[in-house]
């Protein structure tokens, strides 16, 4: 008996974390009934590529206020294979584009 409370109790607590990762996302997804610890293994690389795509354009910002003009192109493009979450790794298209520099 204490087995299925332990499994109820892990699956509450991640449902949990998935409607919270998702509602930060902004996503609708319906959460799976099964296999929900690899779905939020996704969730979380999802949230991962976000803040790294985030970076990627403060990080192109940042180089084109410390170098001298014309230095640091307009436009930057990249593809980057990340490992967000451990044995997940993605291929990653990034871009940023100055605004006004």
């Known amino acids: 008996m204490a087995n299925i409370d332990l499994a109820t109790g892990a699956s509450k607590s991640l449902k949990k974390t998935i409607d919270e990762v998702m509602n930060f996302l902004g996503n609708q997804e319906t959460q799976p009934t099964s296999g929900l610890r ?3 293994n996704e969730k979380l690389a999802d949230l991962a ?8 354009n403060r990080g192109h910002r940042e180089s084109a206020q ?3 003009k014309g230095k640091v ?3 930057l493009t990249c593809d980057a294979t990340r490992e967000f979450f451990k044995g997940g790794k993605r291929k990653v298209n990034l871009k940023s584009t100055l605004k006004g520099e």
């Not at 590529?49 to 990627?56: K, V």
């Open 38 to 40: 690899d779905f939020l």
């Open 73 to 75: 192109p307009k436009i």
């Open 49 to 56: 590529e976000r803040w790294y795509r985030r970076g990627f």
């Open 66 to 68: 410390q170098l001298a």
